[in-house]
């Protein structure tokens, strides 16, 4: 079976050797593409540095929500202006977005929306999709997108939330990556009521365990078979409708292995 996880770190791996022997675990696998979250500028330049890992790579670089909290406001538009120059070799802009968990204040949240504006701006003229980060925030998210003159391709990523936020970004066209928890159940009961064209599987890991280890982007094949058997279909049909998505959407899932 091939299988594409939906969002991932890879970067965050420092190690290479460690790095190195995950890819190939996960080549054995049958990971045919990871696609990164992109974080601040000094993520992005490691992203550059992956072009030679022996599994197709999505490079998405963004500003995500998080790394505003640490940055002055010239430090922010300093990133963004990177952002603007480098952005010809990513295959989409992200991690980009609204978290209101983290903004809490009128202030913050403010910069994020502003900065958000501002990436979408930058998405439509590279014409890149976007991949958006959204927590507790998806009216005031789609507010903004909806007022664009012209809506973005993109993916949600992490999609869990009430399935009436879902409505407007399904009726758009977004790909919603629903995270390894619906392998535990599925409260919101997105499996049955998203499109199934437009559902994909993530990892986000590397991400820490209660015993202290690391998750891996298997945590998104595991999501794709549990989701198939609750969908009562055969795993490789799922893989393959998963594999068409992602391939529209991220270019650098179709480049050909390198080594
Ligand atoms: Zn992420």
Not at 8 to 31: N, P, V, Y
Not at 223 to 246: K, M, N, V
Request: with cysteine; hydrophobic share 40%.
């Amino acid at each position: 079976m091939q299988w594409i996880d939906s969002h991932c770190h890879s970067t965050l791996i420092l190690d290479k050797s460690e790095r190195t022997a995950l890819l190939r675990m996960l080549q054995i696998q049958g990971c045919v593409g990871l696609v990164q979250g992109g974080i601040d500028p000094e993520e992005w330049d490691r992203q550059l540095e992956l072009s030679n890992a022996p599994i197709p790579m999505a490079r998405v670089f963004g500003l995500h929500p998080w790394a505003l909290t640490s940055r002055t406001p010239d430090a922010i538009q300093a990133a963004l202006s990177k952002l603007e120059h480098i952005l010809c070799h990513a295959d989409a802009l992200g991690e980009l977005g609204l978290d209101w968990a983290i903004a809490k204040t009128h202030e913050q949240r403010q910069v994020q929306k502003q900065v958000f504006a501002q990436q979408l701006e930058l998405a439509r003229l590279h014409r890149k999709p976007i991949v958006l980060h959204c927590v507790r925030a998806y009216s005031e998210t789609w507010a903004i997108l909806k007022s664009l003159p012209q809506q973005p391709e993109g993916l949600l990523h992490g999609f869990w939330t009430q399935r009436q936020n879902a409505r407007p970004f399904i009726e758009a066209g977004y790909v919603f990556s629903l995270p390894p928890r619906i392998q535990h159940g599925d409260p919101h009961q997105l499996l049955s009521y998203l499109p199934r064209e437009q559902i994909v599987f993530e990892s986000d890991a590397p991400q820490k365990r209660l015993d202290g280890s690391w998750t891996t982007p298997l945590q998104a094949l595991h999501s794709l078979q549990h989701a198939a058997q609750q969908w009562g279909e055969d795993p490789a049909l799922t893989c393959d409708r998963q594999l068409r998505t992602l391939q529209r959407l991220f270019a650098g899932l179709m480049r050909p292995e390198t080594s």
